[in-house]
């Protein structure tokens, strides 16, 4: 599995991302999440898939043990925003 090298794993704004406490996203990117969620977003992607199988994994930063359903839900939401900006 691949480890994510982005710096987004230490953007600040990561840490007021709820913790996934053992869930199947515990070890997955939470910036990553969030980026992708953005692109649909701003795509106005009406059929969404997290799939976290294709997220690189965390294990270092502001990301890490954060929840990436919660990310992604955050970068989709930001990512209308800006499509309508
Ligand atoms: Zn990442």
Redesign the pocket.
């Known amino acids: 599995m691949t480890t994510?090298k982005?710096p987004?794993?230490h953007a600040p704004h990561f840490t007021n991302l709820p913790d996934d406490q053992g869930g199947k996203g515990r070890h997955k990117?939470a910036?990553?999440a969030y980026?992708k969620g953005y692109q649909d977003g701003l795509q106005l992607k009406e059929s969404i898939n997290l799939d976290l199988d294709t997220?690189?994994d965390?294990q270092a930063g502001t990301?890490r043990h954060k929840s990436p359903h919660y990310a992604y839900a955050l970068g989709y939401q930001q990512g209308v925003a800006d499509y309508y900006a």
């Open positions: 994510c982005d987004h794993r990117c910036g990553c980026e997220l690189p965390s990301v």
